[in-house]
């Protein structure tokens, strides 16, 4: 049986998560029960992260080179796989909790650290579609752009010039239950993590967490969102406008609610 030594990250055996394979990884995760050590080692992994040697190139931090610096032994090699390729509700075990939030599915955790003990803005990393200091699920919310040909979407712009009333309108479609007893109402937005039943609209070929950022739901919704939340994929540091003031938002009733990456990959290879 696991046992741990201390409530100390340094003392977690992260070296156990660098060399297996992702199924692996996520039945260790379950051994060593990450999910209960959440109040203690959640904050310690971000100021962990948050201590790390920066690498600039011009006004913007070199992530190849910051990560070969950093990452420097297998317990380094584990806790980042454990940040980037666990699936993070095997990481933190309820991600819609105010007091975990910020280490929800919409938070690159490495460079939240940055951001949060350096002040270091997301928009200042050297990052793209290949940069493995972010989970991919997250990363390609972040860089994707829709296809040409899509009316009323706009690439590299906030929202994707779509309105508030049309974010409402797809937001009830994808909270809508399709079948069963319920079939036909509508959940509460804090409920679901992502929006279903899109096909014929324009977010069809969105990544599901691109329509949990749009529609505002989930950890996205203003009663539960952070500034450490990526909560626009054009813009990582901006915190859009709620599209309901959430001063007149009413609770509705809840409902009930990867591509597998090579476990050899590290963060400096392309």
């Known amino acids: 049986m696991f046992k741990l030594k201390s409530n100390d990250i340094r003392d977690f055996p992260f ?13 260790l995760s379950k051994t060593h029960y990450l999910t209960a050590h959440n109040s203690w ?6 100021a962990h992260y948050g201590n790390w040697h920066h690498i600039f190139c011009g006004e913007k931090i070199d992530s190849i ?12 090699l584990g806790l980042w796989r454990v940040c980037t390729q666990l699936k993070r509700g095997s990481l ?17 955790l490495i460079l939240m650290g940055a951001k949060k003990y350096k002040a270091v803005k997301y928009s200042q990393w050297d990052i793209d579609q290949t940069t493995k200091l972010v989970d991919e699920p997250l990363r390609e919310a972040m860089f994707w752009q829709p296809g040409e040909g899509i009316p009323g979407i706009l690439p590299n712009c906030t929202n ?30 804090t409920s679901s993590w992502c929006l279903r039943g899109m096909r014929g609209t324009v977010l069809a070929t969105a990544p599901k967490l691109v329509t949990t950022m749009l529609a505002q739901i989930w950890v996205a919704h203003p009663t539960l969102r952070t500034e450490y939340m990526v909560l626009d994929p ?6 859009p406008q709620p599209l309901i003031d959430p001063q007149v938002w009413v609770a509705q009733p809840t409902t009930q609610a990867r591509k597998t990456r090579e ?3 590290l963060p400096w290879e392309a």
């Open 41 to 46: 080692m959640l904050p310690q992994i971000a």
């Open 234 to 239: 054009n813009a990582w540091d901006s915190m």
């Open 92 to 108: 933190v075990k309820s991600q819609i909790n105010p007091e975990f939030a910020s280490y929800s599915a919409l938070v690159p």
């Open 160 to 189: 994707y010039g779509l309105g508030s009333s049309e974010l409402l309108e797809l937001r009830e479609q994808g909270l809508t239950i399709k079948s069963g007893l319920k079939a036909g109402t509508v959940g509460s937005p």
């Open 15 to 27: 070296q156990d998560y660098a060399e297996i394979n992702p199924s692996q990884l996520e039945d």
């Open 263 to 265: 476990y050899a990959d």
């Open 65 to 76: 080179k910051t990560a070969k610096k950093n990452i420097t032994s297998k317990w380094d």
